[in-house]
């Protein structure tokens, strides 16, 4: 009988018998400022103007001064209006009942499906798991996409980062990775994205199937900063639910880049100084938090793929730089690939995963290295040999890279629904560099470095 209603119990006891309160009395830009009521800083709190009531959250304390963004536009706020403390932080419905939906920053359907059952409420700020209690990452996930799969080998848990310039099919590569992966789930997180792109994203990147076991978090660029900013943390909320169920996540986050423009908005808005490049503090600090919640825990795993967009194609600004800091792997998706019509355009001497070698086998390992000194030969006299001025014979390494560019050429290069298994893929990686593999690496093993 005790446990039939513990937790009525507990709610009765963490329960807030008194409603602090508060009234605005500026609304400047973005940020909405109220004499009171008593709150903390990421709490959730009800404007109430003129009969509406807008969700708005604690951004900053200036002594009894409360200084709150809103979800949603600030239009429609007058002086005076009640502002009412809820007493908690954000959290995010979660149920398997959300595979297939289209939800919003709060994860509120936006897919006119209607409702679902929820079967709990997980906080959308939220540690990441202790670092001592993190499996090893031993096991190898197959994206489908064979220059990755091939050359870049990425394991279950892994974070990686696709770096690229706008245009140059950031989208469409996530889209291919959803299709094909082998996750049991696909949480697909697009923060910042035009309108009109999250149709032609689920239709025609992610596909009906892969839609089935996918869930998408949608903020488009015309919500607020707010909603921008926890759009992200929503989708890693989501993913978290998942894997504490003991599944197989895979996180797609696009773009970290305008995650970060968000929390610049917030943070200028509050007072905080530009720092590097017109970026405050606070989103050096948000970045890592962000970041080190997909991985694996003691349940399951989240292997995350985060799209940054370089500014200018320049790798070292600061978001790019941040992040290709804290990620285990980095892809970079080339803007003078992508103008030659080779897509995917990943650029694979300028890309690297850290967890590689740990995840494939010895004769994979082998066969990779090959494979990339072919390449970087061949791009190493690449202008000598298209200026017609290299001789054949004169060095056998050119003359072994240039024998094997087509079929290279051909390995890397895949159409958007061109999806391509393990086994293939290695077999095919195998054939370009002289190397058999044994069907135990094609079946994707747990390899061990001795």
């Known amino acids: 009988m005790k446990k039939l209603f513990a937790k009525y119990a507990e709610s009765v006891e963490s329960a ?43 951004v900053g304390l200036n002594g009894s001064t409360v200084q709150l963004m809103v979800y949603g536009a600030t239009e429609g706020i007058e002086l005076g209006a009640r502002v009412e403390a809820s007493g908690s932080s954000l959290t995010i419905p979660c149920s398997p009942a959300m595979l297939g939906r289209v939800l919003d920053a709060l994860g509120r359907p936006l897919d006119g499906k209607g409702g ?47 770096f690229a310039g706008s245009g140059v099919g950031k989208s469409t590569f996530l889209g291919m990775i959803a299709a094909s992966s082998q996750a049991d789930v696909n949480v697909i ?16 990147s992610l596909g009906e199937d892969a839609m089935k076991r996918s869930v998408v978090v949608a903020a488009t660029g015309d919500k607020s900063a707010l909603e921008r900013l926890k ?29 970060a423009r968000a929390q610049r908005e917030i943070g200028l808005s509050r007072g905080e100084s530009a720092a590097h490049r017109g970026y405050p503090p606070s989103v050096f600090d948000m970045l890592p938090k962000l970041l080190e919640r997909a991985g694996t825990s003691e349940r399951g795993t989240i292997t995350a793929f985060y799209t940054v967009l370089v500014e200018g194609d320049d790798m070292d600004e600061p978001v790019s730089d941040n992040v290709r800091a804290t990620l285990d792997a980095h892809i970079v998706l080339s803007r003078r690939l992508a103008s030659r019509g080779h897509y995917p355009a990943v650029d694979v001497l300028q890309s690297i995963s850290r967890l590689s070698e740990e995840v494939s086998g010895e004769a994979t390992r082998a066969a990779v290295r090959t494979v990339k000194r072919l390449i970087a030969d061949y791009a190493e006299a690449e202008d000598v040999i298209n200026a017609g001025a290299y ?9 072994a890279a240039i024998a094997k560019r087509p079929e290279i050429e051909d390995f890397l290069i895949q159409g958007i629904g061109d999806r391509t298994g393990l086994g293939e893929t290695l077999t095919r990686l195998g054939g370009i560099a002289g190397v058999e593999i044994p069907d135990a690496e094609q079946a994707g093993p747990t390899a061990k470095r001795v």
């Not at 973005?30 to 404007?47: D, H, K, N, Y």
């Not at 079967?119 to 996409?145: K, Y």
């Not at 001789?391 to 003359?399: E, H, T």
């Open 391 to 399: 001789r054949q014979g004169s060095n056998p390494d050119i003359d």
């Open 116 to 162: 679902f059952n929820i079967n709990c409420r997980n906080p959308a700020m939220r540690e990441a798991p202790p670092a001592f209690s993190r499996p090893i990452i031993r096991e190898r996930l197959s994206t489908g996409i064979r220059a990755v799969d091939g050359l870049l080998a990425v394991g279950k848990g892994q974070r990686i980062g696709i």
């Open 16 to 58: 807030c018998t008194v409603k602090c309160v508060g009234y605005v009395f500026r609304v400047h830009g973005l940020l909405v400022e109220s004499t009171g009521p008593q709150s903390v800083v990421g709490e959730i709190c009800r404007i109430i103007s003129r009969g509406e009531e807008l969700l708005a959250e604690v």
């Open 189 to 204: 997180a697009l923060i910042g994205e035009r309108g009109r792109e999250l149709n032609d994203f689920i239709v025609n």
């Open 231 to 259: 759009g992200a943390y929503t989708a890693t909320a989501i993913a978290e639910y998942f894997r504490d169920l003991g599944m197989n996540v895979l996180l797609l986050l696009d773009s970290v880049t305008r995650f």
